[in-house]
């Protein structure tokens, strides 16, 4: 593949996706027709084709790619104790640096995440990502780190369609 073919794939794939989640800002995935996709990223339907399936394709992609980047920023964080994290927050009485680090990451993608959030299957998979995260040693019940996660995802859902 030549550097150019390379350059136009890479240029090509954030135009469908920010079509796309344009659309979704509107209408629901199923109302969203591939057609409407090209015309909104302004390239033909054949390209399209070469980078996705179908929309269901392009929807998993970006949620794919969503979750993956959340865990990574996670795990990057050196997490090792939701017990020890608040503890180190109470003492010091500042925001954390892995709390800094999850909400630039969403903010970072503020037009995905606050598409992506409302959906539920998106939402499960975020509070499955974050519960396991919070109770990566097995010492919380489940129903405490579902509460926080969830707790998570109605103040990032207010924060990012607040208007102001």
Same mark, same amino acid.
């Given at each position: *593949?030549?550097? /150019?073919? *390379?350059?136009?794939?890479?240029? !090509?794939?954030?135009? %469908?996706?920010?079509?796309?989640?344009?659309?979704?800002?509107?209408k629901?995935?199923?109302?969203? !027709?591939?057609?409407?996709?090209? =015309?909104? #990223?302004? &390239?033909?339907?054949? @390209?399209?084709?070469?980078?996705? /399936?179908?929309?269901?394709?392009?929807?998993d #992609?970006?949620?794919?790619?969503?979750l993956?980047?959340? +865990? /990574? !920023?996670? =795990? =990057? #964080?050196?997490?090792?104790?939701?017990? /020890?994290?608040?503890?180190?927050?109470?003492?010091?009485?500042?925001?954390?640096?892995i !709390?800094?680090?999850?909400?630039?990451?969403?903010?970072?993608? #503020?037009?995905?995440?606050?598409?992506?959030?409302?959906?539920?299957?998106?939402?499960?998979?975020f &509070?499955? %990502?974050? +519960?396991?995260? &919070?109770n990566?040693?097995? +010492?919380?019940?489940?129903?405490? @780190?579902?509460?926080i996660?969830?707790? +998570?995802?109605g103040?990032?859902i207010?924060?990012? @369609?607040?208007?102001?």
């Amino acid at each position: *593949m030549s550097r /150019k073919t *390379m350059k136009k794939k890479t240029a !090509t794939k954030p135009l %469908i996706r920010n079509a796309f989640i344009t659309l979704l800002k509107e209408k629901s995935l199923e109302d969203i !027709t591939v057609h409407e996709i090209v =015309e909104k #990223a302004l &390239i033909n339907r054949s @390209t399209f084709y070469l980078h996705y /399936k179908d929309k269901y394709d392009l929807y998993d #992609a970006i949620v794919d790619d969503l979750l993956l980047d959340i +865990s /990574k !920023t996670l =795990e =990057e #964080a050196n997490f090792h104790s939701f017990e /020890k994290l608040l503890n180190d927050y109470y003492n010091q009485n500042k925001p954390l640096d892995i !709390t800094i680090q999850f909400l630039e990451h969403i903010d970072a993608n #503020a037009d995905c995440y606050s598409v992506l959030l409302i959906q539920r299957d998106f939402q499960k998979q975020f &509070i499955d %990502i974050v +519960s396991n995260f &919070i109770n990566s040693n097995g +010492s919380l019940p489940r129903i405490i @780190t579902n509460h926080i996660a969830y707790g +998570s995802i109605g103040t990032i859902i207010e924060w990012l @369609t607040k208007d102001t």
